[in-house]
């Protein structure tokens, strides 16, 4: 038997889902602060395999932040936004992951539409996966290009050749995350687009 919600009551569950995942966000951190808590103090007297624990320890708790990412309600707001300034944004964030080198080419003045809130956080997300990927491979280079059609814009990020490593597992998720964040506002995440591509942020144009 299927049931439909009224629009109140699915506003309601929302709300509900949204505490309730706070609430395990906030048990679930206090878990891994007790356990990083005893692997600090079990790496005195097991040395690598202590080290071995903290470093799983470190990964598992990457993994549950992207889970709670990819499972918490995401409120959008998208408004006009100057193209140049998300593409130095998003080289920010690649630097601040360990990207050495990051260029930006330059393009007239074009706006899109987005959320700086959530596309922050996507770039967040896409600056990790790409810098696993690509680490220690060469420069990285963002190039602003409008769509002929004139509704769309890419923000390419072309790499100096390929991949220095498989993708892991967490920078797949944190690039599928970042992906889906960046389909709310309108857009769209396509991994190696083309030859020397790493991947491309497409947003609408405003006006």
């Known amino acids: ?43 005195t007297s097991l040395g690598v395999q202590g080290e071995r624990l903290e470093t799983a320890l470190d990964d598992l708790e990457r993994l549950l932040e992207l889970f709670f990412d990819y499972v918490s309600p995401v409120a959008v707001q998208v408004r006009p936004a100057d193209a140049d300034r998300i593409a130095e944004s998003l080289a920010a964030q690649l630097r601040a992951q360990g990207v050495s080198e990051v260029s930006l080419a330059t393009s ?31 420069p990285l280079a963002i190039e602003v290009v409008h769509d002929a059609a004139g509704d769309r814009v890419e923000f390419l990020v072309r790499a ?32 190696r687009p083309q030859p020397a591509c790493a991947c491309a942020v497409v947003l609408p144009a405003a006006g």
Request: aromatic share 2%.
């Open 108 to 138: 007239p003045a074009i706006q899109v539409l987005a959320d700086p809130r959530v596309l922050s956080r996507s770039f967040l997300l896409l600056a990790q996966a790409c810098a696993r990927e690509y680490d220690g491979n060469g």
């Open 160 to 191: 100096n050749g390929e991949p220095s490593g498989m993708p892991t597992a967490q920078s797949s998720l944190a690039a599928a995350v970042a992906g889906r964040l960046i389909e709310l506002q309108g857009g769209e995440l396509r991994p």
């Open 1 to 43: 038997m299927s049931v439909e919600l009224e629009e109140h009551d699915a506003e309601q569950l929302v709300a509900l889902r949204r505490a309730v995942l706070n609430d395990v966000e906030h048990a679930v951190g206090n878990l891994l602060q007790r356990m990083h808590h005893a692997a600090r103090s079990a790496k």
